[in-house]
């Protein structure tokens, strides 16, 4: 990623004009890369939301922010065969300057580690690898998900091993105090156009329930097939199936999930997505998702209908 205009104007500054003329090119080089690099995107969208109860029906659009984030991230030489890294990435609204609160409204990621032979070592707030199992997350707004665990992201310590023939393992610990205990490991297995990963997440935290969690995809060509499935004991059944085709600078997503509660409630999700690359920086994307609930004992479904037109800068 490219150094930010503002980052080489500081560099610039810190060297005379005499010594500029002294230094070989390689150490303003030296200079810049041991600067932060600077990232960020701002995402929006258009949505049009109708719900219909079976007593009645109500809609609404809205013009809202979609994840707009700006983060640093840095890494460096501790010693030969080792790199130590910081990431720090903070949300703003980008759709509405009265009620935005600046930066540090909310942490996306933000952590320091170590890197090396024997893997890799990070501490802060980062997803869990459970989440490794939710490859049916294709789209950008709205859409079928995973991650039945939905365990939380701050305050926790990773690891992640290195590829050995493929697989890699990871292991996510909660550092909060207390006697209730949080965790998750996965396993990941990628070959070329294969990739296949089991998870476990153990939820003590207010009598939640353990989750297990498999996922597969496989590309052939220009499409990619993805199924998943997850189970957590006493709580529900989730599984979904989905695919992915690129044509070009487009690429057209659809994915069905389902899912069944012990409460014997259910529920069903189709989602669609049509997603063009204006740029290697700008996309725009059109999602339609239709949401089912079923409750309990009968009764009228109730339907959920989006339909999202959005765009995204990233840099």
Known sequence: MKKTLIASAVAAATISSTTFAMDPASELAARL?????VYGNIQLVQSYVNVDTGAGESSNTDFADNGSTIGF??????????????????????????????????????????????????????????????????????????????????????????????????????????SEYTASVAAKYEMEALQVVL??????LDGGEDVIGLSG?????DFKVIGQFETQDENVDFWALGGVYTMGATQFAAAYGFADFESDEEASEITLQALHNLSDNMYVYVEYDLKTLEPAGGGDDTDVE??????????
Not at 33 to 37: L, Y
Not at 101 to 111: H, I, S, V
Not at 217 to 221: A, D, E, H, L, M
């Open 217 to 221: 995809s496989y590309k052939f060509g």
């Open 73 to 178: 991230k840095h890494k460096h030489e501790i010693m030969p065969g080792v790199e130590g890294f910081f990431k720090a990435e903070f949300h703003f609204d980008a759709d509405d300057q009265a009620t935005n609160t600046g930066l540090g409204e909310k942490f996306d990621e933000a952590y320091i580690g170590v890197k090396g032979d024997f893997g890799t070592v990070l501490a802060g707030s980062e997803d869990t690898v459970y989440e490794w199992v939710d490859q049916i997350d294709l789209f950008e707004s709205v859409g079928v998900a995973g991650d039945v665990a939905g365990m939380a992201e701050s305050d926790t310590l990773h690891y992640y091993s290195p590829s050995f023939s493929g697989f890699t393992v990871g292991v996510t610990k909660s550092l909060e105090g207390g």
């Open 33 to 37: 890369d041991s600067m932060p690099t």
């Open 306 to 315: 989006t339909f999202n037109v959005g765009a995204t800068y990233a840099f």
């Open 199 to 204: 998870g476990y997440a153990i939820n003590d």
